[in-house]
């Protein structure tokens, strides 16, 4: 019924002058098609034929040398090489000559012990794991027009940013400039939080493109988890214009009074932020909404946000300053931060690839507005935004990604749990770090995480990084939690296919598909649970990601020594898999002489046993009597020789045919 009202409305469309157009972006893995049809007005999605048809996705390149300085400055603090290590000695003239500036002891040396150390598998982790993850958010729905010779990122020159003068760019860099890229991100630590300094453009090329930058993250943050990945790509977006200077350079940044508040908005020429605003929230008709609203106005000090109490889940929403809170968990990139880059003349923007986002989706103008008058009304009808109601149990998070708790002010009736109490306590009584203008929310925990979390403090919940949290019904437990927590909501594992959601849950290994968002999941008996259901989300609120399209061409380029460590490391993997590969082919070949001897084996005997039938029998005179009874006995006997080898061998048989039913698979990373 669904595809036969978008086919009717496509006809409809292009009978009366096309006053709409139907978009079908790239599904996921699994989903139908007829659940990422959607309407948008002709010139939301940018006409790309003005100068821009040439355009490929963009190219990154990662150069880690300031953590690289920092670890072999620290193995020299610690005294840890070996003879066999001297190359590897921080020599401080050496490394001075070749990246222009010397460290500073003072400086760096927290990051050689305490909690603040950098460790070689942290490195690992962001050049291998988490860089990638998130480059090829950007390079999947950015084009450019790329680089024709190499990158070169000359510090020497006026055009390279008086804030990166401390960047380590190799000699390499500046001398003979990068092959194939079109943006070198160099990434390097630092010990807290400083929103100012997070992302630094260093470079641009002769039509104001960002080509190179600075990113610094504490180590101890480092992980290959979704949460890290998208914060990840929030600085990237920072680091690729999302940030003042362009801003103030490309758009209008208007404040306004509105509704008793001051509004923030940014306003572009073509509309085209404000048509991806307006189809967001439905708010075709408000003329007194000037355009997208920022959380404020971007300076130096403070660089652009999306109001956080509109686009709380939004990629370039501003996060909060407790970052051990997990907070930035949504970030999807939507077609709001895509209308940003696409408005700057070096962009074009692959809107097909947009990610929804169901935080103030169709919510109206009243939604934008806010104010104070209005306040109570938008809480009440956007239940699964906005909470008023503190709970004992925890909740999910408008996301899915958490479970939590309200913000609002603690009910004298209410009990909350005593494991819950102080991270309750600090989430509702510091309500303006959540940049929410009073409108309380089911704000995540440190604990509770459906990727991260602690299962002892999440009743009936699955802990993995394909978990998201799902709304629970009287869901009630066999046995206690041991911290006797009751259970609200739960985390538990999500897969999308053919169009549906399908749900595990603990204590349970099936698979069970959910029809619709008005299913529910009865647990079965097995299941931890001994009485509720669990709620079937809607698809697009769980499975939004673009993770398994791979149309683009994708790879990053990095230093000759990270090459090398890659090459090194593929050629263990290799190896190791090459072993397993014989080992395998030794077992089977080994199984197959097995079989084959006991085959032999059975064939003999049985061969054996019939020539004993046909022998003439030698009774003794005193045993004639009972011929019959002999005869029986004989047989008896044969037979109880035979059998046992006879059954041996169909075991076997049965064996060997499951055993070449097994199937070795190759498998390797890149």
Request: proline share 5%; with cysteine; net charge negative.
């Amino acid at each position: 019924m669904r595809r036969l009202l978008c086919t009717a409305l496509l006809l409809l469309c292009c009978a009366y002058g096309c006053i709409a157009a139907v978009v079908q972006p790239l599904p996921q893995k699994g989903q139908g098609p007829w659940d990422t049809y959607t309407v948008a007005e002709v010139g939301s999605v940018p006409d790309h034929d003005s100068g821009k048809n040439n355009f490929e996705p963009i190219r990154f390149a990662v150069s880690a040398k300031e953590i690289d300085r920092v670890l072999a400055y620290c193995k020299d603090f610690k005294g840890v090489l070996d003879e066999d290590q001297e190359e590897d000695k921080y020599e401080p003239k050496k490394d001075e000559e070749e990246y222009g500036f010397p460290l500073d002891p003072e400086e760096i040396s927290e990051f050689c012990e305490g909690q603040n150390e950098v460790k070689q598998y942290m490195r690992k982790t962001l050049l291998r794991k988490v860089l990638p993850a998130a480059l090829k958010l950007h390079s999947e729905r950015l084009s450019v027009e790329r680089e024709k010779e190499n990158l070169m990122v000359r510090k020497d020159v006026d055009k390279f940013s008086s804030k990166c003068s401390n960047v380590s760019v190799p000699k390499k860099h500046q001398e003979q400039g990068i092959p194939n890229v079109d943006f070198v991100l160099y990434v390097g630590v630092k010990s807290s939080p400083d929103p100012v300094n997070d992302a630094k453009i260093c470079s641009k090329n002769e039509n104001g493109r960002p080509t190179s930058a600075l990113i610094k993250f504490i180590p101890k943050e480092i992980a290959d988890t979704r949460h890290f990945i998208r914060f990840a790509a929030h600085e990237v977006a920072h680091a690729l214009g999302f940030e003042t200077e362009m801003m103030n350079k490309y758009f209008d940044v208007v404040e306004e009074e509105n509704a008793g508040n001051k509004l923030v908005y940014l306003v572009k020429s073509n509309n085209l932020v404000d048509k991806m605003m307006k189809a967001q929230y439905d708010c075709s008709n408000g003329n007194e909404i000037k355009g997208m609203i920022l959380q404020n106005k971007p300076t130096e000090e403070k660089p652009p946000h999306w109001k956080r109490r509109i686009a709380k889940d939004e990629l370039m929403s501003p996060y909060t300053s407790d970052l051990d809170a997990k907070d930035v968990t949504g970030a999807y990139y939507t077609a709001l931060t895509l209308a940003v880059f696409d408005s700057m003349p070096f962009y074009k923007a692959n809107f097909d690839m947009a990610e929804s986002m169901s935080w103030g989706k169709d919510a109206g103008c009243d939604f934008l507005k806010g104010g104070k008058e209005k306040k109570d009304e938008i809480i009440q009808n956007q239940p699964k935004m906005f909470c008023n109601e503190v709970k004992p149990t925890l909740q999910c998070t408008s996301d899915r990604f958490a479970l939590g708790m309200c913000s609002a002010k603690e009910q004298p009736t209410i009990h909350i749990p005593y494991d819950y109490l102080e991270q309750y306590y600090l989430i509702a009584n510091n309500p303006d770090n959540d940049l929410m203008d009073g409108y309380s929310i089911i704000k995540p925990i440190i604990m509770t995480s459906c990727e991260e979390g602690k299962v002892e403090f999440m009743p009936g919940s699955i802990v993995s990084n394909i978990s998201r949290c799902l709304n629970g019904d009287s869901l009630t437990l066999k046995t206690p939690n041991e911290n006797d927590l009751t259970v609200g909501d739960i985390c538990a594992e999500v897969r999308c296919d053919g169009g549906k959601v399908h749900i595990r849950y603990e204590g349970n290994d099936n698979w069970h598909e959910c029809n619709d968002e008005k299913s529910v999941i009865r647990p079965t008996e097995d299941s931890v649970f001994s009485s509720g259901t669990i709620k079937c989300p809607k698809y697009s609120e769980v499975c939004n990601d673009f993770s398994e399209v791979k149309d683009i061409n994708f790879t990053i380029e990095y230093d000759e020594d990270v090459k090398l460590e890659i090459k090194k490391e593929k050629e263990a993997e290799d190896k190791a898999q090459e072993k397993k590969q014989r080992e395998e082919e030794d077992r089977k070949k080994n199984e197959q002489e097995a079989n084959g001897k006991a085959e032999e084996e059975e064939k003999s005997n049985t061969q054996s046993g019939l020539a004993s039938q046909t022998q003439p029998q030698h009774h003794v005179p005193a045993l004639a009597v009972d011929q019959r009874g002999s005869a029986v006995a004989d047989k008896e006997n044969v037979e109880s020789h035979v059998s046992p080898a006879s059954s041996q061998a169909r075991d076997q048989r049965g064996s060997s045919a499951e055993g070449e039913k097994e199937v070795f698979i190759s498998s390797s990373c890149t």
